[in-house]
């Protein structure tokens, strides 16, 4: 059984920062791609960021050169480092990854969602 567990997120005043871990367990044998979505109360989800297996990065143009995505593969863990946090970044963050797993079988997955909440 596949499972990713975020943590990190919390409540913090505009302009702070806070960094989300995704650790990824079970029978894995390969993550491809790894990446942050978030939902806002009301919204659809979105995509915040991504990185691939080979460590090339995508970013929704809304928290460029605010965010940074990375990879740990040793650790199977992805991080979401957030600087610059504004109120509308407010939302439960997702971690989702592509993984091969038990019997070469491939599917994404999610984890549970982690809430982030900026204060004015």
């Known amino acids: 059984q596949v499972q990713l567990v975020e943590s990190g997120g919390g409540l913090v005043q505009a302009g702070g920062s806070l960094s989300l871990p995704c650790v990824a367990s079970?029978?894995?044998?390969?993550?491809?791609?790894m990446s942050w979505y978030r939902q806002a109360p009301g919204k659809q989800r979105e995509l915040v960021a991504s990185?691939?297996?080979?460590?090339?990065?995508n970013y929704a143009d809304s928290v460029k050169g605010r965010f940074t995505i990375s990879r740990d593969n040793a650790k199977k863990t992805v991080y979401l480092q957030m600087n610059n946090l504004k109120p509308e970044d407010t939302a439960v963050y997702y971690c989702?990854?592509?993984?091969?797993?038990?019997?070469?079988?491939?599917?994404?997955?999610w984890g549970q969602g982690t809430q982030v909440t900026v204060s004015s």
């Open positions: 989702n990854a592509d993984i091969v797993t038990k019997g070469w079988s491939r599917n994404e997955y």
């Open positions: 079970g029978i894995i044998f390969t993550i491809y791609t």
């Open positions: 990185i691939t297996l080979g460590g090339s990065v």
